[in-house]
């Protein structure tokens, strides 16, 4: 059985903002002991005061050393390619066939377009320029499961040092999750994230990517 110390230790672990908070110093021990205490009482089987749980959150701050869960961010270089579509099909023999009797010409003819391919076990996405999805469509006769147009394309560089990181991307993306921007698309490479989103969120993904450049 658990011990009302150990219980409450995990649920500090699992939860972001009581940890940033007992990370920072500001974490109300009364009051989340009071949130608290009925799981606390659900996983120890027993009937729990939330005076013994605030006395366990306490000591917890006291002993143990919180780090963050996110890094702190650097950005080396961002960039924006604007009016792009996202289109995806499912990933079948008759559809990839026809894109690979199709692609190469097409990147030939816009060879400074940009061009993203990604492929599941079910379905492959490209993200491309306006003018080479005018040029595509024309060609294949498959039908979308899914397309958006007016797209854009936020790329992010940064230093390799962050592949050693925990949490990187994860902290990445909570610069758009705190004003609620809607991802499409998320590609990596290396050294490089490309978050693809809808025209409509520019301006605010803009902003707060723009806060962490070096």
Do not use: C
């Amino acid at each position: 059985m658990k011990s009302i110390t150990d219980t409450v230790r995990s649920i500090l672990k699992h939860d972001e903002v009581a940890r940033e908070a007992a990370r920072r110093g500001i974490l109300n021990s009364s009051a989340y002991a009071r949130e608290i205490t009925p799981t606390v009482a659900e996983e120890t089987w027993k009937e729990v005061e939330e005076s013994s749980v605030s006395v366990s959150i306490n000591r917890i701050i006291q002993e143990q050393v919180f780090e963050p869960v996110k890094p702190d961010l650097v950005f080396e270089k961002v960039t924006v390619e604007t009016g792009l579509v996202d289109v995806t099909y499912e990933r079948t023999l008759d559809v990839k066939q026809t894109l690979n009797s199709i692609l190469p010409s097409l990147r030939q003819k816009f060879p400074h377009d940009l061009f993203i391919e990604t492929s599941g076990q079910q379905q492959l996405t490209m993200i491309m320029t306006q003018r080479m999805w005018d040029a595509l469509r024309e060609k294949i006769t498959q039908k979308p499961v899914g397309l958006y147009e007016n797209q854009v394309a936020i790329a992010i560089s940064f230093d390799p040092s962050y592949l050693d990181v925990p949490n990187f991307i994860y902290g990445v993306l909570g610069i758009l999750a705190v004003e609620k921007v809607n991802l499409m698309e998320i590609v990596s490479t290396m050294t490089e994230i490309v978050l693809i989103i809808d025209s409509s969120y520019l301006e605010v993904a803009l902003t707060q990517v723009k806060k962490y450049l070096r």
